[in-house]
Nanobody, 118 residues
Framework: QVQLVESGGGLVHAGGSLRLSCAASGLTFSSYTMGWFRQPPGKEREFVAAISWSGGTTYYADSVKGRFTISRDNAKNTVYLQMNSLKPDDTAVYYC???????????WGQGTQVTVSS
């Protein structure tokens, strides 16, 4: 059974930084492209960033490009999202998942709440 456990969220002022982590189990982690998604309050879940199985290719939503960095550690079955220059519009519950392109594959974990105050 695939499990995805996100952590690292919190409350931060605009301009601040957070680093999210997602620990995966129940799958051959190093075989999958991994992605981050977010769901702002009252809105649909949206794609944020993805990283190929090797870490050699990354891609981002335009809204976070230049501010967020996705990375992974295949030895730890963990994917990260470094978020800098945070804005109130980044407030959301953040989730990770394996992806094909920007389409999630597995069921969602519980997510981690990020709140950015102005």
């Amino acid at each position: 059974q695939v499990q995805l456990v996100e952590s690292g969220g919190g409350l931060v002022h605009a301009g601040g930084s957070l680093r999210l982590s997602c620990a995966a189990s129940g799958l051959t982690f190093s075989s999958y492209t991994m992605g981050w998604f977010r769901q702002p309050p009252g809105k649909e879940r949206e794609f944020v960033a993805a990283i190929s199985w090797s870490g050699g290719t990354t891609y981002y939503a335009d809204s976070v490009k230049g501010r967020f960095t996705i990375s992974r550690d295949n030895a730890k079955n963990t994917v990260y999202l470094q978020m800098n220059s945070l804005k109130p519009d980044d407030t959301a519950v953040y989730y990770c998942n394996t992806v094909r392109g920007t389409t999630p594959i597995w069921s969602w974990g519980q997510g981690t709440q990020v709140t950015v105050s102005s």
